[in-house]
């Protein structure tokens, strides 16, 4: 008997830790917190970073309700890895097409005047914002498997 109390116990604070944490990523994001989202260190981009640069992007210029998806799809498209790129001509963490890539980029970061966003699909938070621009509310049409 004591040990389903401390089992209970131990899972009823991982729920409310794991709840906390969640809630930490539901709030809105300051400007300062924004311009935050270029974490990319000496060491490169970490995992958790990529995921938080999605997140940043769909609340700041995309549909906030969309970054589950975001991230299921960066997931399955690079497996979160910025300079990802496929043979067919597909490159940075949401697989855009190097051939539509110019005109997408050209299209989208006037949206966004405070970021200097580099035009190298390569770069996460580039990637992350353009896609999340193209995608408004829903439309993953051209990813097939999206929301």
């Not at 906390?20 to 400007?31: L, M, Q, S, V």
């Not at 609340?59 to 790129?85: H, K, L, M, N, W």
């Amino acid at each position: 008997m004591r040990l389903i109390w401390i089992v209970l116990i131990v899972v009823v604070l991982f729920m409310v830790f794991c709840t906390a944490r969640a809630r930490a990523y539901e709030g809105d994001y300051t400007h300062n917190q924004i311009m935050e989202c270029k974490f990319q260190g000496d060491n490169g981009w970490q995992l958790f970073e990529v995921r938080d640069v999605i997140r940043c992007a769909f609340i700041r210029v995309g549909d906030a309700s969309q970054r589950g998806t975001a991230i299921a799809v960066a997931d399955r498209e690079s497996s979160f890895y910025c300079p990802a790129y496929n043979s067919g001509g597909y490159a940075g963490l949401f697989q855009h097409s190097v051939r539509y890539w110019p005109g997408r980029y050209a299209s989208y970061p006037k949206t966004v005047k405070w970021f200097d966003l580099p035009s190298d699909p390569f770069d996460c938070r580039t990637n992350a914002f353009i896609t999340a621009r193209m995608v408004g509310s829903g439309n993953w049409g051209p990813w097939h498997y999206g929301g």
